[in-house]
C-alpha cells in the first residue's frame, strides 16, 4: 500500500466550501469597470497603472454594471454636499418633495467586490483539476490571473476596513474605521454574533500555520503549540479538536519519531476530551488515526496496537448510514492488519467486508463529491439566535450545534482503493483462482484512467486538484507495479515486461515526487524480470544495487524495506550459488548476514524461502541437514498455503533424493511436484517437473506415460523466454550426461 498521511484533516475554506488559493499578492485600487465617481482620488490617479494588471482577465458582467456611465477621471468635485434620499421632515413651506430623480437605491460596491471576488475565484477552481492534469503555461497564468483578480477585489473592500474588522473586531481599529468611513459603513459581526468573528480569527490562524508548515515545519509546529494552549484558556472545544487534529496531520507527514509520539500524544488528549464530553464520533475518529499511526510505525507490536484502537472504535456502534466514510476507513485499516500479519485467510474474509460497505457507499446519497464530510460536536451547544453557518472549517447547524468538517476521499478515489487492496488481498490465489488479483489491479487501473477523464467537472483550486491528482497517480503506479509481479508469479514474462514498462512510464509524470519505496520496489521488479527471462548477470547486478542492500546492524529500517532488501539477497544466493559465478566466494557471506533477518521475521514465507535458500546453497553439505532445512521450509511454506515455495520445494526434494530411485515413494513425489506446478500455472516449474517426472516413469518402466509427459514438457520449455529456454535446455543435457 501507499502510505500516505490521511487528507480529511484539510478543511475548505471559502464562502462555497471548495479551497482557496492563497498568494502574497499586493494589488490596489478597484476592477475595472467601476464608476469613476466611487473612486478616490488618489485611485483615479493609478486607475490606469491597476487595469493593466487585468489586461486579458475575463470579466464577469452583471446588469446593475453594465449600466452605470462610464466617465473620465477626474478630481473629486469641491462641492461635496449630498441631499438626503429620505428627509425626516419635508420643507418648512410643506410642499412635497420631489426625489424622482433619485428612485434608485445606491450601489453597495463592498458588497459587489465581495461577489465579484468570489466569482473570479469560482472561475479559477471551475478550471483547476484540468490546469493540473494538463500542466501548461498558458492555462496556470489564466488559473493565476483569476486568483489575483478575486484578490485584488478583497484588498479593495480591505482598504475601508470592512472585512479587517469582521475578522479581529479591535475597538482601536473601529475607531480609525469609523473615523474614515463615509456615511458609517463600517458593521461590525459583533452586532450579531460575537463567536462567528473568532471562528473567523481561528480559520485564518489553521490557515496559517498550514501556509508556514510548506516553508519553515519547525516554526509552523511552534506556533501551533502556541495557538492551542491560547485556544484551551477560551475552552473553545470544537477549535481544540480542529487544531489538534491538525497537529496530528502535520506530525504524521513528517514521519519521524519523535513526530509520531507527539501525534500519539494529541490523539490522545482529544479522545480523552472527546469521552468527558459525550462526542462518540471524535473518539471514533481519534481511535481510526491511532491505527493510521501504528500501522506507519516500525515497533513490534505495530499491529496489535493498531487493531485494538480499530475495536474502540467500533465498540462505539456508531450509525454506519451517517458515517459510512468512517466506517470504511475502518474496514480499510482491518484489512491493513491482517494484509501485514500475512494472514491470507483473515485477508480475504475482510477484503468481502469491506467490499460490502463500499457498496453501500455507492447508494449512499450523502456522500459528498469533494469526499467531505461533517462531524456534529454536540457538546458545542450556542447560545439561542446564533446565526448558522455553512463556510469554514468549524460550521455551525441551525440548532446552534458546531460541525466539524474534514476531506477524505471522493467515491471513485475510494472504489479505485478498494480495487488496490482487493487485488492485493487475492495475489496469494492468483494462479488458481481465475486471476482474480489482475483483474482487481485492471479494473483498478481503469478506474482512475476514467477519473482523469473526468477532472473537468470537478470544481477545487489548483493545489488540492494537484495533490489528488499526485495521489491518483502514485496509486496507479501501484496497482501496475502489483500486477506485473503478479503476472510473474506465474510466468507470464512477456505481459509483465508489458505492464513493467508501463509503470515506469507512469512513473516519470510523478517526478521528484516518486516515493522512495516504489523506487525500490520497481528496481526488485526489474530484477526479477531479468531473471525470469534468463538474464542471469543483469540480475544479479540489479539485485546488488545500493536501494536493495541489507539494513546496517543496529540502525532501524521500515519493514517494507527490510523485506525487500531480504528478498533480494535471497534472490541473488541462489544466482550464485553456482560456481562458475565470479562472486561465489561471497556466497557464505550473504547467508550469514541474511539469516537473522529471516528468522526473526513475523512473515512465514520469508522464513520459508530462506530455508529453501540455505538448502540449496551447498550441495555438498550433509543430507540430514539438507533434509532438515527442506522440512523447515514445507511445513512453513504449508502453513500460509504459499503454492509458489512448496512448489519449488517438493521438486528440488524430488530431485535431491529420489533422482533415479525406483519405487512407489519415488513417483508420488514427483507427481506431486507436477501437480504444484500446474496448479501455480507456472510453465517454468511445470517444465521441469515434467521432464523429472518423465525420468523417474522411464526408470519405473513405464515409457508410454514417460514420453507423452516429455513431450508436454518440451513443448512448455519451448514457450519460455529465449534466455531462460536456453538455460534449462542446458539443464537438461548435464542430466542426460
Request: hydrophobic share 40%; charged share 20%.
Amino acid at each position: 500500500m501507499a502510505h500516505r498521511p490521511p487528507d480529511f484533516l484539510y478543511p475548505v475554506y471559502s464562502g462555497n466550501g471548495q479551497t482557496s488559493d492563497i498568494s502574497a499578492v499586493g494589488l490596489h485600487g478597484m476592477p475595472q469597470g467601476a464608476p469613476m465617481d466611487a473612486l478616490t482620488f488618489d485611485q483615479c490617479q493609478n486607475l490606469e497603472a491597476y487595469q493593466s494588471q487585468y489586461q486579458g482577465v475575463p470579466p464577469i458582467y452583471y446588469p446593475q454594471l453594465q449600466q452605470l456611465p462610464s466617465h473620465d477621471p477626474q478630481p473629486p468635485p469641491k462641492h461635496t454636499e449630498q441631499l438626503p434620499l429620505m428627509p425626516k421632515s419635508g420643507p418648512a413651506d410643506g410642499s412635497v418633495l420631489d426625489t424622482s430623480f433619485n428612485s434608485t437605491p445606491p450601489l453597495d460596491y463592498q458588497l459587489l467586490m465581495l461577489s465579484l471576488a468570489e466569482d473570479y475565484f469560482d472561475a479559477a477552481h471551475s478550471q483547476g483539476s484540468m490546469v493540473a492534469l494538463a500542466k501548461r503555461e498558458m492555462d496556470m497564468h489564466r488559473y493565476y490571473k483569476l486568483i489575483a483578480t478575486g484578490l485584488g477585489c478583497l484588498e479593495s473592500v480591505l482598504k475601508v476596513g470592512a472585512v479587517l474588522l469582521l475578522i479581529y473586531g479591535d475597538d482601536s481599529v473601529r475607531v480609525e474605521l469609523e473615523a474614515a468611513a463615509p456615511n458609517g459603513s463600517v458593521c461590525t459581526v459583533e452586532q450579531r454574533d460575537s463567536s462567528l468573528r473568532k471562528d473567523l480569527k481561528y480559520d485564518m490562524q489553521h490557515l496559517l500555520v498550514r501556509s508556514l508548515f510548506q516553508t519553515n515545519t519547525k516554526a509552523a509546529l511552534k506556533s501551533l503549540d502556541i495557538i492551542i494552549q491560547d485556544i484551551e484558556a477560551f475552552k473553545r472545544t470544537s477549535w481544540i479538536y480542529a487544531f489538534r487534529f491538525l497537529r496530528v496531520s502535520l506530525s504524521l507527514e513528517l514521519s519521524s519519531h519523535q513526530e509520531t509520539l507527539a501525534a500519539l500524544h494529541n490523539l490522545r488528549l482529544i479522545a480523552s476530551t472527546a469521552r468527558d464530553r459525550g462526542d462518540t464520533t471524535v473518539f471514533a475518529i481519534c481511535a481510526v488515526l491511532e491505527a493510521i499511526t501504528h500501522l506507519r510505525s516500525t515497533s513490534v507490536d505495530s499491529i496489535e496496537q493498531a487493531q485494538r484502537a480499530l475495536a474502540a472504535a467500533r465498540s462505539l456502534q456508531l450509525d454506519e448510514g451517517r458515517l459510512l466514510q468512517i466506517t470504511a476507513l475502518i474496514h480499510i485499516l482491518d484489512l491493513s492488519c491482517s494484509l501485514q500479519e500475512f494472514n491470507s485467510e483473515q485477508a480475504t474474509a475482510k477484503m468481502l467486508a469491506m467490499q460490502t460497505v463500499f457498496d453501500q457507499a455507492g447508494n449512499d446519497t450523502c456522500w459528498a463529491d469533494d469526499g467531505s464530510f461533517e462531524v456534529t460536536i454536540h457538546s458545542s451547544l450556542r447560545s439561542q439566535g446564533t446565526i448558522a453557518t455553512s463556510s469554514g472549517l468549524v460550521q455551525r447547524n441551525k440548532y446552534g450545534h458546531d460541525r466539524l468538517k474534514f476531506s477524505w476521499l471522493p467515491r471513485k478515489d475510494l472504489y479505485a482503493l478498494g480495487y488496490f487492496l482487493s487485488g492485493i488481498a487475492t495475489s496469494h490465489k492468483n494462479s488458481f483462482n481465475g486471476q482474480k488479483a489482475e483483474l482487481y489491479f485492471q479494473g483498478g487501473i481503469k478506474q482512475l484512467q476514467d477519473e482523469m477523464n473526468l477532472l473537468q467537472g470537478v470544481p477545487e483550486s489548483l493545489s488540492s486538484a494537484t495533490s489528488r491528482l499526485q495521489w491518483r497517480q502514485t496509486l496507479g503506479c501501484y496497482m501496475r507495479l502489483h500486477l506485473s509481479f503478479a503476472l510473474c508469479d506465474r510466468t507470464d514474462w512477456k505481459s509483465a515486461t508489458a505492464v513493467l514498462q508501463e509503470l515506469q512510464v507512469a512513473a516519470t509524470t510523478l517526478g521528484s515526487n516518486i516515493p522512495e519505496l516504489m523506487n525500490s520496489l520497481i528496481l526488485y521488479l526489474i530484477a526479477t524480470v531479468q531473471q525470469g527471462t534468463g538474464n542471469v548477470d543483469a540480475a544479479l547486478a540489479t539485485y546488488q544495487h545500493s536501494a536493495l542492500a541489507l539494513p546496517i546492524p543496529g540502525k532501524a529500517l521500515k519493514k517494507t524495506y527490510a523485506e525487500i532488501s531480504i528478498l533480494a539477497t535471497i534472490n541473488s544466493i541462489l544466482i550464485l550459488r553456482e560456481s562458475s559465478q565470479p562472486l561465489h566466494a561471497s556466497l557464505d557471506t550473504l547467508l550469514s548476514a541474511v539469516e537473522p533477518l529471516c528468522l526473526s521475521h513475523p512473515n512465514t514465507s520469508i522464513q520459508s524461502a530462506f530455508y529453501l535458500a540455505k538448502a540449496i546453497a551447498h550441495s555438498t553439505d550433509p543430507i540430514i541437514k539438507t533434509k532438515q532445512y527442506l522440512q523447515f521450509a514445507l511445513q512453513a511454506a504449508k502453513s500460509v498455503a504459499n503454492t509458489q515455495l512448496m512448489c519449488v520445494t517438493l521438486n528440488f526434494m524430488s530431485w535431491r533424493f529420489f533422482r533415479g530411485v525406483v519405487g512407489e515413494q519415488a513417483e508420488k513425489s514427483a507427481r506431486a511436484g507436477m501437480t504444484l506446478a500446474k496448479k501455480g500455472r507456472n510453465s517454468l516449474w511445470t517444465s521441469v517437473a515434467g521432464n523429472m517426472l518423465a525420468d523417474t516413469l522411464e526408470v519405473q518402466g513405464k515409457f508410454t506415460e514417460a514420453a507423452t509427459t516429455r513431450t508436454e514438457a518440451i513443448g512448455l520449455a519451448e514457450s519460455l523466454s529465449p534466455g531462460l529456454y536456453r538455460m534449462v535446455a542446458e539443464d537438461g543435457q548435464e542430466r542426460d550426461r
